[in-house]
């Protein structure tokens, strides 16, 4: 069975600092990777996907960016935060071989607080 | 941009009542929609899909779709408690990107 881990599970962050979040997919080779981010109470925006090691396609410019360093692996990250930045980040995936029309598997998520 | 819209943002049912949640879209070209439901601090989860005009069941929840109208629609047949959540329809394209819709919160009084 596939699972789905995102690190950290909560994370507190000043104005300016630096931020990584993590996501691993295990027991699924070559899936499709997606990161999105919801505002408290706000619409689910998808942020970024990827269909293979390396490759990072940005669907909205947030002063964030996205790396997949290994076909299991889906990092986000800036070097500095802004207070817009807060809110809950999720990471999913789905099939490669059907793309981003079936069914997306979401992760848990990270709450960040920029304060 | 494709831009989804549901309504209403909430509903408020008696245990047992028949659910119907609303989603329009703006683009006839998108390949599919999903619902899924989100419960507070967690992830989305999948519930049902849709890709060709009609309609389609599952259990208790049937979607129905209409191209024409860029509208979808879902039904949950007597409702449960534990169906409390938020509601979330997607609209994906052939392009890798997937729109959510502002969703709608449902409760279900026991």
């Known amino acids: 069975a596939q699972t789905i881990h995102q690190w950290p599970v909560a994370e507190i962050k000043a104005v300016g600092s630096p931020l990584s979040l993590g996501c691993t997919i295990k027991g699924k080779s070559s899936p499709n990777l997606y990161w999105y981010w919801q505002a408290t109470g706000g619409t689910l925006q998808q942020l970024f996907y990827?269909?293979?090691?390396?490759?990072v396609e940005s669907v909205v410019q947030l002063n964030l960016s996205a790396s997949r360093p290994k076909d299991d692996q889906f990092i986000l990250s800036t070097e500095k935060l802004l207070l817009s930045h807060s809110g809950f980040y999720l990471c999913a995936w789905s099939h490669r071989d059907w793309g981003s029309s079936y069914e997306q598997y979401f992760g848990p998520g990270t709450r960040l607080t920029v304060l | 941009q494709e831009k989804v819209q549901q309504s209403p943002e909430s509903l408020i049912v008696p245990e047992g009542a028949m659910v119907s949640l609303n989603c329009s879209f703006s683009?006839?070209?998108?390949?599919s929609i999903w619902w899924y439901q989100q419960h507070p601090g967690k992830g989305p989860k999948a519930l049902i899909?849709?890709?060709?005009?009609g309609n389609k069941k599952e259990g208790r929840l049937t979607v129905y779709l209409n191209r024409a109208s860029l509208h979808v629609s879902l039904h949950i047949k007597d409702s449960q408690p534990s169906d409390s959540a938020v509601y979330l329809c997607a609209v994906s394209s052939n392009t890798n990107k997937v729109v959510f819709g502002t969703g709608t919160r449902l409760q279900v009084l026991p």
């Open positions: 899909s849709i890709f060709s005009n």
């Open positions: 683009d006839s070209a998108s390949q």
């Open positions: 990827s269909i293979t090691v390396g490759q």
